[in-house]
């Protein structure tokens, strides 16, 4: 699995709409239930990790670390990103098995 498609496939999923970006958000819809799979860049404060985690871990919400926040915003057609929450179960669970081998290689 190279790292391109999962790039692509991050930006198809922003087409679609099933993509939503910044911390704030991000916390507020795993409260609601919202999100599918959370992914961090590998770059991200440490703060802003422990505190999405730790919130991945009490909503029972997977996460991924993924790419650095350069690679996040331009996949998804915008500036740097840190956090990206995926909203539909299909492409959470797409990104999770292609990030999952990614991480294997």
């Given at each position: 699995m190279n790292k391109d498609?999962?790039?692509?496939?991050?930006?198809l999923a922003m087409r679609a709409g099933k993509v939503k970006t910044g911390e704030s958000v991000i916390l507020?819809?795993?409260k609601?239930?919202?999100l599918k799979l959370v992914?961090?860049?590998s770059d991200a404060s440490e703060n802003t990790s422990k505190v999405?985690?730790?919130k991945c871990e009490s909503y029972k919400v997977p996460m991924r670390i993924f790419g650095i926040r350069e690679e996040l915003g331009q996949a998804l057609g915008k500036s740097e990103r840190v956090n990206i929450g995926?909203?539909?179960?299909g492409f959470a669970k797409k990104l999770l098995s292609m990030i999952d081998e990614y991480s294997k290689e």
């Open positions: 498609k999962i790039v692509n496939f991050l930006g507020n819809d795993l609601k239930n919202k992914i961090l860049a999405i985690q730790n995926i909203t539909d179960q």
